[in-house]
């Protein structure tokens, strides 16, 4: 955020209207899914919240090929391949445990 920050001061391209909806429409809809996960990891088994976590790989690259025409390279299915592979072996091979509480 720092080396960032020392570009933008060199050219800061001030927010109009639009953008600032966005940013509003933005922080609404990250804060109720934020919001959305937590309680489901609350009230569920981890083991069966984590799977719908692994659809937002779909649904970035669905998006990005949609709004930026950006179509995902190999090693990117090949590392989403092995994050949900894992985090399924991870779900079948750890024994149900209960829910910490405090």
Known sequence: MLFV????????PA????????FLVTAICGTIGVTAI????RMAPAAVVAPFEYTALIWASGLGWAVWADMPTVWTW????????????????????PAATG
């Open 38 to 41: 937590t309680q489901a990891f």
């Open 5 to 12: 920050a020392v570009t933008l001061a060199l050219d800061w």
């Open 78 to 97: 090949v590392g989403a391949a092995i994050i949900a592979t894992s985090g399924g072996l991870l779900m079948w091979l750890e024994p149900d445990r």
């Open 15 to 22: 927010p109009g209207p639009g953008d600032r909806a966005a």
